[in-house]
């Protein structure tokens, strides 16, 4: 079993930044990508950013490339994602995820974690 717990969400305005971190624990190991997923008011689960184990490339939903950047420290065992200019349409429970499958569906992913609230005002 893998263990996530998401940190670091809350309430900025629009404009802010936010860094999310996610620290697993664990069965954790080699192979295993990293994926943060928003699920917005009223809305489905959308993949956000992703970072594969194998060689460190990152993926982005368009919404967010050029504004947010996934990262990790294997040897904390901790994937972080800095979001800069957030606007309200950020707004979202936020989730990381680890899994061997394909980075930017939810399928892709065996372990989540219990989200975090980032709220963005206007």
């Known amino acids: 079993q893998v263990q996530l717990v998401e940190s670091g969400g809350g309430l900025v305005q629009a404009g802010c930044s936010l860094r999310l971190s996610c620290a697993a624990s664990?069965?954790?190991?080699?192979?295993?990508?990293m994926g943060w997923f928003r699920q917005p008011p009223g809305k489905e689960r959308e993949f956000v950013a992703g970072?594969?184990?194998?060689?460190?490339?990152?993926y982005y939903a368009n919404s967010v490339k050029g504004r947010f950047t996934i990262s990790r420290d294997n040897a904390k065992n901790t994937v972080y994602l800095q979001m800069n200019s957030l606007n309200p349409e950020d707004t979202a429970v936020y989730y990381c995820?680890?899994?061997?499958?394909?980075?930017?569906?939810?399928?892709?992913?065996?372990?989540w974690g219990q989200g975090a609230q980032v709220t963005v005002s206007s």
């Open positions: 995820a680890t899994g061997r499958g394909a980075l930017r569906y939810e399928a892709g992913y065996d372990y």
């Open positions: 664990g069965r954790t190991g080699s192979g295993y990508n």
């Open positions: 970072i594969a184990w194998i060689d460190g490339r990152e």
